[in-house]
């Protein structure tokens, strides 16, 4: 994933936060203890999509906050 206009440190942490939301949940973490079956199946289910939206979310304020930083650098440049 290219995240033009970063610094390598910034692009490498961001790269390693959407390998991280797109990681297998582990069948054996403790918040699934207790639930078998579809039930254990949905809760997995549900966890990765909410690490996968919590991913998208802190990504796209890193984008915005870029935009920002952009749009005051060139006002200042004026």
């Known amino acids: 994933m290219a995240m033009d206009g970063l610094s390598g440190s910034a692009s ?42 919590e991913t998208v979310a802190f990504l796209s304020n890193i984008s915005k906050k870029l935009n920002e930083i952009a749009m005051a650098t060139i006002n200042n440049m004026r």
């Open 12 to 53: 490498k942490h961001l790269s390693n936060a959407v390998a991280n939301s797109n990681q297998q949940v582990d069948p054996n973490n403790k918040l699934f203890a207790g639930l078998e079956g579809a039930d254990k199946d949905r809760a997995m289910a549900q966890y990765a999509l909410q690490k996968q939206q």
